[in-house]
């Protein structure tokens, strides 16, 4: 089943970032967006997850054409459907770590899964405020705050990008995991070539266009 179909996408900031762009996401399927810094990856990105319109171009999810949703309907597909992860955590710093997970089980209405503590390392430090966690940590605590609401669609811009080698590794096995055993789906913007590799497909965007290399 496709998840994602992006046509023809074109966008300009200073200069023209990309054009023609077009690109098909599919159930269990993990795509990786490598490319210079500047090159527009994290903009791709934005657009593909809804965070940005595209200047030309359209983007359907699961079937429907972002551009004919209504407000209403694109608001439950971000809140059910989409999950984002960036390198900046985006935690809501007054609260812990629990209360942050527990905020993504109150929108999504899925239970906290004490397993996925574990595997991410976060159980003992859990209760902490998000203040006092390592930059690591708080990524991880990110990480499990999108896996918490089941998402159909994993946007994740550089989500190793604060962790050591080792748990990086462990991330994106879950991330991996998590695909095929759910269904979902996943874009990956990194400027690691060898993670990347790991995703079933790879696509380079360098002078405004999209190739796929893998």
Known sequence: MN???AQNLSHTFEYKLFEDVS???NREE??????MSGSGKSTLLHILSTLLIPEEGSVSLFGESVSSMNRKRLGE????DLGLVFQSHYLFNGFSAYENLEVAELLSGEKIDNTLLEHLNIKECIDQKVTQLSGGQQQRVSIARVLT???RIIFADEPTGNLDKETASQVMKLFFEYCKRSGAGMILVTHDNELAHKCDK???LENRQLVKIQ
């Open 3 to 5: 998840l994602l179909s």
């Open 23 to 25: 690109l098909e996401l």
């Open 30 to 35: 993990s795509i990786a967006i490598i490319g």
């Open 77 to 80: 597909i971000k809140r059910y």
């Open 149 to 151: 609401k089941q998402p």
């Open 202 to 204: 790879v696509y380079k």
